[in-house]
């Protein structure tokens, strides 16, 4: 089973940006669809992006023009880009599959101060 390991969170400005990776331990050619989520604390995990093997993207309508995801299968990796960053982003975000499955890595997290 591929582990996926996300990196790149930390604490910025409201307005900021930054963007997480998601590295994979083997092939995501075969992980049709692979998502972004995000948890927020006292609050249920949510999608906020997604993109499968062909490059089509879902965004959340609460990150849309703020976010982009990408995902580059030669170096089995996905990425989320996140700018004008409010201080609701504020949670762990982790990567997996959709519909997710197995395991969940740590996260990263992400701190947006006002």
């Known amino acids: 089973q591929v582990q996926l390991v996300e990196s790149g969170g930390g604490l910025v400005q409201s307005g900021g940006s930054l963007r997480l990776s998601c590295a994979a331990s083997?092939?995501?050619?075969?992980?049709?669809?692979l998502g972004w989520y995000r948890q927020a604390p006292g609050k249920l995990r949510e999608l906020v992006a997604s993109i499968n093997w062909s490059g089509t993207k879902i965004i959340a309508d609460s990150v849309k023009g703020r976010f982009a995801i990408s995902r580059d299968n030669a170096k089995n990796a996905v990425y989320l880009q996140m700018n004008s960053l409010k201080p609701e982003d504020t949670a762990v975000y982790y990567c997996n599959p959709v519909p997710a499955g197995g395991s969940w890595g740590q996260g990263t997290q992400v701190t947006v101060s006002s």
């Open positions: 083997g092939s995501i050619v075969n992980i049709y669809r």
